[in-house]
């Protein structure tokens, strides 16, 4: 059928729905209004209120409590994606809730123009809602641009993964010109500014997207309703349930007990949490549902794990870089520390469709490449970026200093690694959750990134105590031997899913076609 004779939603380009294209600009203006804003926090934060340079003036702050406030933000902007995905499937749809959740990020960003101290927690607060509004409905949305069964799913999601990086990459680049030019306001500023990009991107590209994230109100009669208050209520419908519930909010209790209220209050809601997975476990209709979803929560680990291990990319690496890498580049300059974090933003760009394209092509061979396979070798492949840690430990403590060279080859392992967990993770989400809780799992997933988040501070933190060699060595092990672990458990595990990945192809949006292989290479 002729592309002129096809609805816009239907519309194809380079393959793949032109509403990915739509979805892909919306998130990278995103990404880039985060990543740049997440640049600037800490060093705004622990800059004097008098003003030490051009910048002008910060909040004064300590290192420590500038990073005990940058922990809690990056982890609840994640965290905040639960009640996100909650909101769009029980009132307003994925559709809405990104659009709502752009609108409050232009807003927390403008908030963050203002030098007063309440504009700066209400920016930040903003921001967090905005992100969580946001970031797990439009990740969904791009899941629905996909038939069932379609191979082109997982290619998709690289696609959209490059924007989330090509928003890093720019904000890296961008914001920090902005910042020593016009001063601190103006990147905070620069920031809005692109967000209302997204905004305006996303209002326009709205004919590419009818046919995704809509909200329908349930009938009266309606089964597939969510209703979350049932769910809690029937927690306490038998004594087996309430007593389970009882053991995990005393889990909770003690964690309060023995650390302080911030992690209390993050205990108890990672409680109520595990209680509404639990309800939802015990309400699908089916044992293929419930088999499903069990596995999707096992994946979790996985994501908690690699993202633990991951983000010590922005701690202990970043540290590391600059205190002990020789950062001399042929004796011309000395190249920055932060520069470096532009490598795996960078790597991704270079290898994402090549990954994808890889992964697929194994596919329709009949070769090994199921969601949890690559989850689980995407683990061992960023484990083993910390070899070349090792290495450069080793080098510093026989010379005093070690080559950058051991940190590009980290970097790439660790870009490759996170190419085969984090895009295909989001995509399996789309593939095993059921529909009606779609993006509440997709929150979760959010959720369960900000919490490898902050096992990454956890960890950094003990190189004060065992130093660098140890530690790097031990997430070399230890990520290794839990990749390895699952793909000894991959048949059991895909038994599970009960076929979800086993009949995809490559297909089109043109409903007349229905399923074929569209790249001829492939089909050889």
């Known amino acids: 059928m002729a592309t002129s004779t096809l609805k816009p939603h239907q519309r ?70 639960i009640p996100g995905g909650m909101i769009a499937d029980k009132l307003i749809g994925q559709k809405k809730a990104v659009l709502w959740g752009a609108i409050v990020l232009c807003l927390g960003h403008g908030v963050l123009v ?17 992100v969580g509004l946001l970031k797990p409905n439009i990740s969904t949305m791009v899941g629905g641009l ?52 997204g905004l305006i991107n996303y209002i326009a590209g709205q004919k590419y997207l009818t046919q995704v994230g809509n909200y329908e109100p349930p009938k009266a009669d309606d089964a597939d309703e969510v209703s979350y208050g049932k769910l809690y209520s029937k927690l306490f419908s038998s004594p087996k349930q309430l007593s389970i519930a009882g053991v995990l909010l005393a889990a909770s209790l003690v964690g309060w007990y023995f650390m302080d209220w911030g992690y209390g209050l993050l205990f108890v809601f990672l409680t109520a949490i595990a209680a509404l997975l639990m309800m939802i476990y015990k309400e699908l209709e089916t044992q293929v549902y419930k088999d499903r979803f069990l596995v999707l929560l096992l994946s979790f680990i996985m994501v908690i794990i690699f993202w633990g291990a991951f983000e010590q990319a922005g701690g202990l690496m970043n540290l590391y870089t600059e205190s002990n890498t020789d950062r001399n580049f042929f ?21 994402a469709t090549l990954v994808a394209s890889i992964w697929a092509k194994r596919k329709l061979k009949g070769k090994e490449a199921s969601s949890l396979f690559k989850m689980a070798l995407g683990i061992i492949i960023m484990g083993f970026g910390f070899l070349f840690m090792v290495f450069a430990a080793m080098e510093f403590q026989k010379s005093g200093t070690s080559s950058m060279i051991w940190l590009v080859l980290a970097y790439l392992f660790h870009t490759i690694g996170e190419l085969c967990i984090s895009p295909v993770a989001l995509s399996f989400i789309t593939k095993l959750a059921p529909i009606k809780y779609a993006s509440l799992m997709m929150g979760v997933y959010f959720a369960s990134t900000g919490l490898g988040n902050k096992v990454a501070g956890i960890v950094g933190e003990s190189a ?33 899913t009960h076929g979800a990945e086993d009949n995809e192809r490559m297909m089109h949006n043109d409903e007349t076609e229905g399923f074929e292989l569209a790249d001829p290479e492939i089909n050889d």
Do not use: C
């Open 12 to 81: 194809e380009l380079f393959g793949q729905p032109i509403g990915l294209y739509i979805l892909f600009l919306t998130e990278m203006w995103e990404r880039f209004s985060y990543y740049g804003m997440r640049a600037l926090l800490v060093l705004y934060m622990t800059t004097s209120t008098l003003g030490d340079d051009a910048r002008g003036a910060g909040l004064g702050w300590t290192s420590k409590e500038a990073l005990a406030l940058y922990g809690w933000y990056t982890m609840l902007v994640y965290v905040m994606s």
């Open 114 to 130: 203002l030098t007063d101290i309440w504009a700066f927690y209400t920016g930040l607060g903003l921001v967090i809602l905005g």
């Open 146 to 197: 996909y038939k069932e069964g379609d191979i082109r799913r997982d290619k998709g999601f690289s696609i959209f993964y490059i924007g989330i990086n090509l928003g890093s990459l720019l904000a890296t680049m961008i914001v920090g010109l902005v910042v020593a030019e016009w001063g601190w306001h103006a990147g905070f500023g620069l920031a809005g500014i692109v967000m209302v990009l």
């Open 331 to 351: 004796g011309l300059f000395e190249i920055p520390t932060v520069m470096f974090q532009s490598l795996n933003a960078g790597f991704i760009i270079m290898f």
């Open 464 to 496: 004060s105590d065992y130093g660098e060699y140890a530690v790097f060595l031990g997430i070399l092990i230890f990520t290794v031997i839990i990749g390895g672990l699952f793909i000894l458990l991959l048949k059991p595990l895909k038994r599970l």
